[in-house]
């Protein structure tokens, strides 16, 4: 494959920012060359616009070289980019699963690409052949998502090998619930797949969301393309040296997981348990979809008993469903008192 012809032509051929924290790297005594106050040390300084030292510490964690690796704002940027690299306004397409997490479409719309949605099957199971059905000489990006939001299941493999086999263009396969999941990640697939972009994030399992920090894994050739386009200083020095501090606490975050799986087998149980509850669906992330006989009016009850749920009513193969994280024991046990009253 040869990501370079994927590409938008005025992106292949621009000519990137160069800013002064890229034009010399290493250690000096007297840096004059940014127009920084030389006061307020260590904030008045540009940060590392690669990131090196986080990166040095995620690819480790990962298993995965530096250079294979785009820190962005949140999960959110690298969406944002793959679709302005990869696709032409007016011109070009890209093809998601349906239902899938939202921000796909939105930055599709942003940007004038065209969204082509192909439906899950009903049990939610990926419909490989739906999918690239949808396909034509325009789309140059399939977005997947697995463990997929809101559905919460995760996609099946060998569907989403035939999609990577079948299609030429660049394939993302969205990694946000990964570590709350039973399968393990595609990144160990990365050499055999190189038109494959993998997101995770910093916003679930490390409960770092506030702080806005994603991840995007693919081969160099991409993370060249992500790194011309985005901001030159996009992730700022608190971000950088905090998340570092906390991949310190690797431990912390699989254990917080573990008691969140706990957690999610009790809940699943407690709500299968309610007469009138209709389905609880199989989750491997940290929220539950849940069938219901009437989601709005029980949208709005619970959050008359000030517990907010998420209303999935209007979604694609989700009528009557609602989307509940999985909360502390309190926040599950309030959960099911309030929908038993
Ligand atoms: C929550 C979520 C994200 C995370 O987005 P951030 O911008 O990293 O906070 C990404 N993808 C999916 C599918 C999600 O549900």
């Known amino acids: ?84 690299i990869f696709c032409e306004p007016r011109q070009d397409n890209i093809v998601a699963i ?30 490989a052949d739906r999918l690239l059905a949808a396909v034509d000489g325009h789309t140059k990006v399939i977005f997947l998502c697995s463990p997929n939001n809101p559905t919460g299941n995760l996609l099946d493999r060998e569907a989403m090998r035939k999609v990577m086999e079948c299609f030429g263009g660049i394939v993302v396969i969205d990694e946000a619930y990964v570590d709350f999941s039973s399968e393990a990640s595609w990144l160990t697939e990365r050499e055999r797949y190189p038109n494959l972009i993998i997101f995770q994030t910093f916003s679930k399992a490390w409960g770092l969301a506030s702080v806005r920090c994603g991840m995007a894994f693919a081969a160099e050739e991409i993370i060249g393309y992500f790194n011309r386009v985005k901001y030159p200083y996009n992730v700022n020095l608190l971000t950088q040296q905090f998340v570092s501090e906390q991949l310190d606490h690797a431990p912390r975050m699989r254990e917080w997981v573990a008691g969140l799986l706990a957690r999610r087998a009790a809940l ?55 989307r509940i994280t999985v909360g502390t024991e309190a926040e599950n046990a309030a959960l099911i008192k309030a929908l038993n009253t």
């Not at 300084?45 to 030292?53: A, F, I, N, T, V």
């Not at 219901?292 to 009557?320: E, F, H, M, Q, T």
Request: glycine share 4%; hydrophobic share 40%; with cysteine.
């Open 1 to 84: 494959m040869n990501t370079d012809k994927l590409v938008r032509e005025n992106i292949r051929l621009l000519k990137p920012y160069s800013s002064a924290r890229s034009e010399f790297q290493g250690a000096a005594s007297v840096y004059l060359d940014a127009n920084e106050n030389p006061m307020n040390a260590p904030y008045n300084r540009y940060p590392d616009p690669l990131q090196r030292e986080l990166k040095e510490k995620i690819a480790k964690l990962k298993g995965v070289p530096s250079s294979q690796i785009m820190l962005g704002v949140g999960s959110d940027e690298p969406i944002d980019l793959v679709v302005r």
């Open 98 to 127: 349906e239902p899938t997490y939202g921000m796909y479409r939105v930055c599709a719309d942003i940007n004038c690409v065209e969204y082509r949605a192909a439906l899950l099957h009903p049990d939610y199971t990926l419909d």
């Open 268 to 322: 699943a149980a407690e709500l299968a348990a309610i007469p009138w509850v209709r389905k609880v669906y199989p989750s491997d992330a940290n929220f539950l979809l849940v069938k219901v006989p009437d989601a709005p009016a029980l949208y709005g009850k619970l959050v008359s008993k000030g517990i907010i749920v998420r209303n999935r009513n209007n979604i694609a193969l989700c009528a009557g469903c609602l």
